[in-house]
């Protein structure tokens, strides 16, 4: 018998990994996909500052079942620190690409795009151009956010041949659940980075506290290098500047 606050991690990343060797806990009756394929998930899609990441992370059979003992989840499902300590553990032995969008660049192709979804299916389409000049894998999973012919006509327009699947809750799959920690990595952390840039501390997602931290943000550096810290289609501008 396993109780208490701190179970889930202590079942996750020790009495699975380390004393059992299987996963009834961290994967409970799921049909596991464990032939090689690439997941792919994004990050910072729905905060006002920061980066927008999209990740991909290609694994085979036994790396999969490393990854599962790793304790690889949804992002969501994780701590900042957790997040960090995994993404490092990913990243020095497996195949990985990261797509990361800062604000300024973010803000220009939203203008070239005019809608969102495009831009992710463009930062989708970008991560998988890139980790297929690392693997021959073709076989693609992602956590599906839109219509699936939005990522499939930016795969096409990059000319990539690939086996495109698309799922809802994709985050499932234990690769697209690594894609989704190395984005949400690349996310914190370009966070962290224009916080150090601009000595401010920028708040996560889109609430009332971060378009309080927006209007402050202007208070003391002016509306002109907005557009270098936060995504400027969001409604919560027009908040920031009134």
Request: glycine share 6%; hydrophobic share 40%; with cysteine.
């Amino acid at each position: 018998m396993v109780q208490g606050k701190d179970k889930h991690d202590f079942i996750t990343y020790y009495l699975e990994a380390e004393i059992l060797g299987k996963l009834p806990y961290s994967y409970p009756e799921l049909e596991i996909d464990t032939s090689p394929h690439v997941g792919v998930d994004e990050a910072g899609k729905g905060d006002l500052f920061g980066p927008l990441c999209v990740a991909a992370l290609y694994a085979d059979t036994d790396q999969i079942t490393s990854l599962m003992r790793m304790g690889i989840r949804d992002s969501k499902k994780l701590t900042d620190v957790t997040i960090a300590n995994l993404a490092a553990k990913i990243k020095k032995d497996f195949t990985y690409s990261i797509v990361q969008i800062f604000p300024k660049r973010y803000n220009e192709l939203y203008q070239s795009f005019r809608n969102l979804n495009v831009l992710l299916g463009w930062g989708h389409a970008t991560a998988i151009e890139k980790i297929l000049c690392k693997t021959h894998c073709t076989d693609i999973l992602i956590d599906q956010f839109a219509n699936e012919s939005i990522v499939q006509q930016a795969i096409k327009r990059k000319n990539l041949s690939v086996n495109l699947s698309q799922k809802h809750r994709g985050e499932e799959d234990v690769l697209v659940a690594g894609a989704s920690i190395l984005a949400r990595s690349a996310f914190v952390q370009g966070l962290a980075q224009l916080g150090n840039d601009y000595q401010f501390i920028f708040p996560k997602g889109a609430s009332k506290q971060v378009i309080q931290a927006g209007k402050n943000f202007v208070l003391s550096h002016g509306t002109k290098p907005l557009h270098m810290v936060a995504k400027l289609h969001f409604k919560s501008i027009d908040q920031i500047l009134s």
